[in-house]
């Protein structure tokens, strides 16, 4: 951008960044037409983009960038807007601020235990029969809230450690944005071949006192900690 430096500016870095963002931005639409993306400056100098999910987890991805302020809600559409017009590495800006939109703070981004590795295939499978059985129990209006909350995986660091439930909330995030690819990179769909899915690809669980944070190879979902919820064979 030519002229003074706006108040307010966006950048990705490189045109990978830039595709990265904007794809988390579109999956981010898609879910909710009052998307609001959150961008915020990461320790390690990435660029974080926080978005609330339909499914009232957290979903988070980073990119090579910046912004100003350090933290910053903008609305979904007008930032893809705004980034699928810019060149990498210059500043776009991207208009007012929203952040009244934005409710609670982030996940600190320190004091999480790595709890266990689950293979990626497995996740699909429990979304995929999550799916089935949302739209035989759902109504018009979606799935049925107790289906979303139940725990449908519990993992534990080995005997006797204490365990972590994930909720059909935080699987159906997880793929819903895409954080989930195949071998070859490829979005996994409702109807990709789970083999294409490296056997070995890990989906990583980390908790804190106040979260359960789970990482795929593309993005991450936050899911509150709550009591102990039992495990519901899908």
Do not use: K
Not at 72 to 92: F, H, S, W
Not at 167 to 185: N, P, Q, Y
Request: glycine share 10%; aromatic share 6%; charged share 20%.
């Amino acid at each position: 951008m030519n002229g003074p430096t706006p108040e307010r500016w966006v950048r990705a870095a490189s045109e990978s960044d830039r595709t990265d963002a904007l794809a988390f931005i579109a999956r981010a639409a898609r879910m909710s037409d009052a998307a609001v993306i959150r961008l915020h400056g990461r320790p390690d100098g990435r660029l974080g983009l926080w978005t609330h999910t339909g499914f009232d987890v957290l979903a988070t991805r980073s990119i090579v960038g910046g912004s100003a302020p350090a933290d910053i809600v903008c609305d979904a559409e007008q930032l893809r807007a705004v980034l699928a017009t810019a060149q990498p590495g210059t500043l776009a800006d991207p208009g007012f601020t929203f952040g009244g939109a934005w409710q609670g703070a982030l996940p600190a981004a320190t004091g999480y235990t790595h709890v266990d590795d689950v293979p990626a295939r497995s996740v699909v499978e429990l979304a995929r029969s999550g799916a089935r059985l949302a739209r035989t129990e759902g109504s018009a209006h979606g799935p049925a809230t107790g289906l979303l909350d139940q725990g449908v995986l519990e993992v534990s660091a080995g005997a006797g450690e204490p365990a972590v439930t994930i909720i059909l909330r935080s699987v159906f995030a997880l793929t819903a944005m895409g954080f989930v690819r195949d071998a070859d990179g490829h979005e996994v769909t409702d109807t990709s071949d789970l083999n294409r899915i490296a056997e070995d690809e890990p989906i990583r669980v980390r908790a804190s006192t106040a979260w359960i944070r789970i990482d795929a190879r593309f993005g991450s979902v936050y899911q509150r900690r709550t009591r102990d919820l039992s495990v519901t064979a899908l």
